[in-house]
């Protein structure tokens, strides 16, 4: 019994293992694995934040990338030959002539002329003159110096009035002598098209010289038929807007080749330019079936916000709906058949669509 005691109450052998496993436990070897898992996350933990670091440094950078190149943008500035060169060399016969076509409205003439001046693609810039008094001399002189002093190319554009003594719509296409270029943009007084805008539509007439190109679409449509005779309707901006199809581009901005101011003025019906001049109207859809009728296709729409500066104009006269369905209608029976071609296409700028 004393022995069994005295084993019982032996403590070397339970106090020398307590410390080997201490011993074991505290070693460098397991204290350094031990380490090790927190080692690793502080590693992880430092270069995740280098990386939160890099990526914000990276966005930031972008930023003011952004910030610098679209400065101007944001402050209002607009230097569209800058961001977008001209696709056209106006030094070349590849230019345009701008024909304005004015009446008794020389402050926007005078806006006008200085705008398209402005464009590097403007070879020449003609102003239809239908007034009784000629322009005054002061008037002359002032649109050539803007002319002058507006122009960005080296060739400045040939500026010149074509005098006419008569008030006569039929006048904005008379053929013009000289003209140093095949294209014409025809414009009114009180619409602006920026130059970049202007710039791309040329590019696009280009492409097919025989067709209308233009800002302004219109379209006709099939309204009736009684006893064989078709009757037509003159469809408006809201007409193209709801169903996507035009089969006209007006003339108060478009272009057109230089040989339809001949073909215009010499070969159309005679009857037709009579009825121009009685109704004060309607050359525009006289100059659209026209072509129409000389190439068999439709005309171009591009898409490009332009600015009209006037207040008031021949569309915002009452009936004038019911006139320009006359006129169509008129024309048509004289053509035999209806030469308009509808078409949905549009013809957009890619370089200006993706912008913010």
Known sequence: MPALMALRETAPLNTTVSAAAAGALYSPAKEKAA????FLRRIRLFFNAAKIKLILSLCIAFSLL???????????????????????????????????????????????????????????????????????????????????????????????????????????????????????????????????????????????????????????????????V????????????????????????SFFHKKYLDLYTNKMPTLILDYVTRERNCEDIAMSLLVANATGAAPIWVKGKI???GSTGISSLEGHSNRRNKCLNDFISLYGYMPLQPSSLKMVDARREWQW
């Not at 009757?231 to 408006?236: H, K, L, Q, S, T």
């Open 307 to 309: 600015y009209e500066i």
């Open 66 to 228: 952004f910030l610098c190149s679209n400065i101007a943008s944001l402050m209002g500035w607009h230097h569209d030959h800058y961001y977008y060169p001209s696709l056209i060399d106006s030094h070349s016969r590849g230019g345009y002539t701008v024909l304005i076509n004015t009446w008794k409205r020389n402050s926007l003439l005078k806006r006008a002329v200085a705008h398209y001046a402005s464009c590097q693609g403007a070879d020449a810039i003609h102003v239809v003159w239908s007034e009784r008094e000629p322009p005054s001399e002061g008037l002359k002189a002032y649109l050539r110096r803007i002319v002058q002093s507006k122009s960005q190319a080296a060739h400045k554009p040939n500026f010149r009035f074509d005098l006419n003594e008569e008030d006569n719509l039929n006048n904005r296409f008379k053929p013009i002598e000289d003209l140093r270029t095949d294209a014409i943009f025809s414009i009114d007084d009180d619409v602006i098209v920026p130059c970049h805008t202007l710039d791309f539509a040329f590019s696009v007439w280009k492409a097919a010289p025989s067709t209308m190109v233009g800002f302004v679409p219109r379209m006709h449509w099939l309204d009736m038929e009684k006893n064989g």
């Open 35 to 38: 380490r090790s898992p927190l």
């Open 230 to 253: 078709a009757y037509y309707e003159y469809g408006g901006w809201w007409s193209v807007w709801w169903t996507g199809t035009y089969s006209m581009v007006l003339s108060k901005a």
